[in-house]
Structure formats: C-alpha cells, structure tokens
C-alpha cells in the first residue's frame, strides 16, 4: 500500500467570473468621469486668428458663444459657402441674435445674468461686415461685455 496517491487530473479549474461586474462597474465609472460632453457641434469652419495680447476668462459658464464663418464642407451643399452664424447646434439668421441672447439670460440665475460675457468665434476668413451686424444684434440687445475668441501668437501671422 502506497502513502501518497496521485491525484486525479480533473481538468482545468473554471475561471471565477465573480468580480466581473466590479471590474465593468469600475470602468464604466472611470469613462464617466474621464468623458468631457461637447456643448455646441460646430457647423462653420473655425480658424481663429491670432492675437499678441491675450487673456484667458476664467469662468466658462459665463460664456454665451457666436461662431461665424462659412459653412463647413459637408454643409456647403445645403446652405453654400457664404459666411452664416451659428448659435447653439443650429445655423441663424441675425434676427435671432437678440433672442439668443435674452433665453441665454434666462437661462442663468438672476445675480449671475450681468456677469456673462459673449464671445465670438469668427473665422479669420470671415469678412467685417457679418461682425459688425453681429455687434449691432448685440448692441440692441445689451449684451455689452464682448470677447473675440483667438489663438495666441503673432498678429502678423493672420497676413499669411
């Protein structure tokens, strides 16, 4: 009579699936977390000038922005290739300006409504005169803090 006994070889263990659903659990809360939600698609093309003296606003929720410029390529069949303004996701005319502005204000509490700013995006191929009645929207509208989004670098790179 033998003192050990081989083992049966019963196979390979089954894996424990037990902390399966932590693991899925912890990276859906890590994507979660970690994903940024984009506000507005952009629908114009957006290259923004440059500018020497520049500052960064501090506080983004602040912020109503205007972008002009000509439609992006997938667009320019639909709506041509004329410069447009885009508010929110959707084009507009500059009659809606002024309503933007206003359900901007309401949208935002009432001690904060004096403190927002708005900002315009314009592309550098954009001519003046969209900008100009963008600022006469805004003039009628008393939105009177106003801020031109560019890039950071020499003035003298918008000639190129």
Same mark, same amino acid.
């Given at each position: 009579?033998?003192?050990?006994?081989?083992?049966?070889?019963?196979?390979?263990?089954?894996?424990?699936?037990?902390?399966?659903?932590?693991?899925?659990?912890?990276?859906?809360?890590?994507?979660?977390?970690?994903?940024?939600?984009?506000?507005?698609?952009?629908?114009?093309?957006?290259? %923004?000038?440059? !500018?020497?003296? +520049?500052? @960064?606003?501090?506080?983004?929720? =602040?912020?109503?922005? &205007?972008?002009?410029?000509?439609?992006?390529?997938?667009?320019?069949?639909?709506?041509?290739?004329?410069?447009?303004?885009?508010?929110?996701?959707?084009?507009?005319?500059?009659?809606?300006?002024?309503?933007?502005?206003?359900?901007?204000?309401?949208?935002?509490?009432?001690?904060?409504?004096?403190? %927002?700013?708005? !900002?315009?995006? +314009?592309? @550098?191929?954009?001519?003046?005169? =969209?900008?100009?009645? &963008?600022?006469?929207?805004?003039?009628?509208?008393?939105?009177?803090?106003?801020?031109?989004?560019?890039?950071?670098?020499?003035?003298?790179?918008?000639?190129?």
């Amino acid at each position: 009579m033998s003192k050990f006994k081989k083992k049966d070889d019963g196979g390979t263990p089954a894996i424990s699936t037990a902390s399966l659903p932590d693991i899925v659990f912890m990276l859906l809360f890590f994507f979660m977390v970690v994903t940024v939600m984009r506000d507005n698609s952009l629908k114009v093309q957006n290259i %923004l000038p440059f !500018a020497d003296q +520049v500052e @960064k606003l501090d506080k983004k929720n =602040l912020i109503m922005y &205007i972008y002009a410029g000509k439609p992006s390529p997938r667009y320019q069949e639909t709506f041509g290739t004329e410069a447009r303004i885009q508010l929110n996701d959707k084009y507009a005319s500059i009659n809606d300006v002024q309503q933007f502005i206003k359900e901007e204000r309401q949208s935002k509490r009432e001690e904060l409504r004096d403190k %927002l700013t708005t !900002a315009l995006k +314009v592309d @550098k191929e954009t001519n003046m005169g =969209l900008v100009s009645d &963008i600022k006469q929207e805004l003039r009628k509208a008393e939105a009177l803090k106003i801020n031109y989004t560019t890039k950071q670098g020499e003035a003298g790179l918008n000639l190129e």
